[in-house]
């Protein structure tokens, strides 16, 4: 079972997917984020304070197949961290990413998430992916912001087509799609 779970920053995306996960003990959370200054460390202390203890944790943005154990859950957190980390790595510091970059980039992070779950299918396990809805807001003014927005709403279409169910969080109410 695919579940995709979006909607905004601090929608309760999050405490969504994990409550769909409690009394489960048997859980790997996947952690996508790169702790690179103070405010992402204090963001990820707190989903690592907020998560149960029993669940393993497995951080990392690429071969996300060396997540999987026996594990029956398992909850990627999130997939606009996995693909701005990857987007960096290809883009570098560019101030303009050409089109050739960017399909390179979108290829990249669907062959990531994909070689993820058909494994995830291949062994019955349940998946739980978060990501963020980008596209609800105003065009960002920044070229690599409209770049990035732009591909993550293309890789959130193809998750979503995948996906057995849907939700979206607004104001930390879920609203089931599919």
């Known amino acids: 079972m695919i579940t995709m779970v979006t909607g905004g920053a601090r929608s309760g995306k999050t405490n969504f997917a994990q409550n769909r996960l409690s009394g489960k003990t ?5 952690a996508t984020a790169k702790i690179e200054d103070n405010e992402m460390a204090e963001r990820v202390k707190h989903h690592r304070n907020n998560r149960p203890s029993e669940w393993r944790t497995f951080e990392a943005y690429r071969n996300l197949e060396n997540a999987l154990g026996e594990e029956n859950y398992y909850l990627l957190d999130c997939v606009t961290n996995l693909s701005s980390n990857i ?9 303009y990413i050409d089109n050739g970059i960017q399909n390179q980039i979108e290829k990249e992070i669907l062959k990531e998430l994909n070689q993820f779950i058909s494994l995830i299918n291949k062994t019955n396990k349940n998946l739980i992916i978060v990501t963020n809805e980008l596209g609800d807001s105003i065009v960002p003014q920044n070229h690599i912001s409209r770049v990035f927005r732009d591909i993550q709403g293309r890789v959130n279409q193809c998750l979503a087509s995948i996906s057995d169910e849907v939700f979206i969080v607004i104001c930390g109410i879920e609203v089931r799609l599919k």
């Not at 048997?26 to 996947?30: G, L």
């Not at 987007?87 to 101030?95: I, Q, R």
Request: aromatic letters at 14%; zero cysteines; charged letters at 30%.
């Open 26 to 30: 048997d859980v790997v959370y996947i």
């Open 87 to 95: 987007m960096f790595d290809l883009s570098k510091n560019e101030s």
